[in-house]
C-alpha cells in the first residue's frame, strides 16, 4: 500500500486538488484498516454461528446504518438525481454483485481466512489499473507493478504457510474444532466426518 500512495503522489494521481492528500490518504488507511478488523469479527461469527444467520444479520443492520446515513447525508443527492431505466439498472445490477460478494465472503472466511480475504481485496486496485490502460490509454508509475508482484508474494506466503483453502481450523474453536458451528466450509465439518484437518 505504501508503494501505491507514494506512486500516487509522484505521479499526481491522488487529486492534485484536494487542500490535504496526506490526510486524506491517512484516512484511506484509517477506513481500509477498521473494514479488515469488521472481516476478522465476521470470520470469527461465522464459525461459530450458522452463515444465513450472520449473513442475514449482516443484511439487517446495514439496510438500518447506510438508510440512515443516506438519509441524512444523500437527500439532496437523491432530489437532483435523474431517475429512468439505465439508472435503475445499474442500481440493480450494483444491488445483485453485492449480493454475490457479501454471500460469498462468508464462505472464504471459512475455508481460508480474513487475513487471506484482506490481502486477496488488495489485488482489486491492479485490475482496474489494467482496466485503465487497455480501455483509457492511461499509464502508470513503475512502482506500480512492483507493488503488485509484492502483493501476490504476500498472497503466496500466506497460502503456503498459514492457510490452504478447504475448511480452514481457527485456532480460537479448540483444538478439535468444538467450540465452532458444523457446516458448509468448516473445519468441525471435516472433523465429523473423519477427514484429516487442513
Wanted: glycine letters at 14%; hydrophobic letters at 50%; charged letters at 10%.
Amino acid at each position: 500500500m505504501g508503494l501505491l500512495l507514494a506512486s500516487d503522489h509522484i505521479t499526481g494521481a491522488n487529486g492534485g486538488t484536494a487542500l490535504s492528500p496526506v490526510k486524506g490518504d491517512l484516512f484511506a488507511l484509517l477506513g481500509a484498516s477498521f473494514y479488515g478488523l469488521s472481516n476478522c469479527f465476521e470470520e470469527f461469527l461465522v464459525s461459530k454461528r450458522p452463515m444465513y444467520e450472520v449473513v442475514g444479520q449482516l443484511a439487517f443492520w446495514g439496510m438500518l446504518i447506510n438508510g440512515t446515513q443516506a438519509g441524512i447525508f444523500d437527500r439532496a443527492s437523491f432530489r437532483s438525481a435523474v431517475w429512468d431505466g439505465q439508472v435503475a439498472g445499474y442500481i440493480a445490477g450494483y444491488t445483485f454483485m453485492l449480493f454475490i460478494f457479501y454471500s460469498l465472503a462468508p464462505l472464504l472466511f471459512r475455508l481460508a481466512s480474513a487475513a487471506f480475504f484482506n490481502i486477496s481485496l488488495l489485488t482489486g486496485n491492479f485490475w482496474g489499473v489494467i482496466i485503465g490502460i487497455k480501455v483509457f490509454g492511461l499509464t502508470v508509475h513503475f512502482l506500480y507493478p512492483i507493488a503488485f508482484v509484492l502483493i501476490l508474494c504476500g498472497l503466496f506466503v500466506y497460502f503456503a504457510t498459514e492457510s490452504v483453502l478447504g475448511d480452514a481450523k481457527k485456532p480460537w474453536l479448540g483444538e478439535n474444532q468444538e467450540g465452532g458451528v458444523s457446516g458448509l466450509g468448516t473445519a468441525k465439518r471435516r472433523a465429523e466426518t473423519g477427514n484429516a484437518f487442513v
